[in-house]
């Protein structure tokens, strides 16, 4: 596809459990995001991807949100231990580096019960 | 801290009136973006302003850069039901202008009624 893709594209889970979030940048895109969104509101900055590496982690709420790329590709966002104000919608977006326009996927709408 | 208010925060009107979203901070930045996001989307970017005072308009909607590069404002001219969705500011926080991090307002809930 053309555009970014996240999956799922909903997940539902029990408290304390872990979860696997997917992110598919555009093609070729250096850059890649992941941002959170709660119901109705703006986005929150979590962590900034420059290739496989990231130099910006710091609006990861705590340590048990982490994040990996590979491959200068495919990111993975992954919550252990998930509590319920971890529910929210979890947005991921690329770039070409240096390029301000990001182009975001559809979220992933994360439900803790 | 950094931050960009939005406001009003909902706003609710008849198909052929106009309208103004605002987004306030009391910082200057580089430069400001303007998104629109359908519920089960994500954001889809409208218009870039860079230069203080900078005006663009697409369509029916009109975009303002602050002189000062601390505000910015959307218009919009007879909204139409199309029109509907969350509209977000975001700006590059200081230091991470090469970086393409944003930092977003926290939206208007923009609803059209036909």
């Known amino acids: 596809g053309a555009g970014v893709s996240q999956s799922p594209s909903n997940k539902v889970t029990e408290k304390g459990k872990d979860v696997e979030l997917r992110c598919d940048p555009i093609?070729?895109?250096?850059?890649l995001y992941w941002y959170r969104q709660s119901l109705g509101q703006g986005l929150e900055f979590l962590i900034y991807?420059?290739?496989?590496?990231?130099?910006?982690k710091s609006g990861l709420p705590s340590d048990r949100f982490s994040a990996e790329r590979t491959g200068g590709s495919v990111s993975t966002l992954t919550i252990q231990r998930t509590q319920q104000e971890d529910s929210a919608v979890y947005l991921c977006?690329?770039?070409?580096?240096?390029?301000?326009?990001?182009?975001f996927g559809p979220g992933t709408r994360l439900t803790v019960l | 801290t950094q931050l960009l208010e939005q406001s009003p925060q909902f706003l609710s009107i008849q198909e052929g009136e106009n309208l103004t979203v605002y987004c306030n901070s009391s910082?200057?930045?580089?430069?400001l973006q303007w998104y629109r996001q359908e519920p089960g989307e994500g954001p889809v970017l409208l218009v870039t302003?860079?230069?203080?005072?900078e005006v663009k308009k697409l369509k029916r909607l009109t975009f303002q850069f602050g002189d000062a590069r601390k505000d910015s404002s959307l218009h919009i001219t007879a909204a139409q039901p199309g029109d509907t969705g969350l509209y977000l500011c975001?700006?590059?926080?200081?230091?991470?202008?090469?970086?393409?991090?944003?930092?977003f307002g926290q939206g208007t809930t923009l609803q059209v009624k036909p």
């Open positions: 991807f420059q290739g496989n590496s990231a130099p910006d």
């Open positions: 302003v860079v230069t203080g005072g």
């Open positions: 093609s070729g895109h250096t850059a």
């Open positions: 977006a690329s770039s070409f580096l240096g390029q301000s326009t990001q182009y």
């Open positions: 910082s200057v930045f580089s430069s």
């Open positions: 975001a700006a590059p926080p200081h230091g991470s202008s090469n970086t393409g991090k944003l930092i």
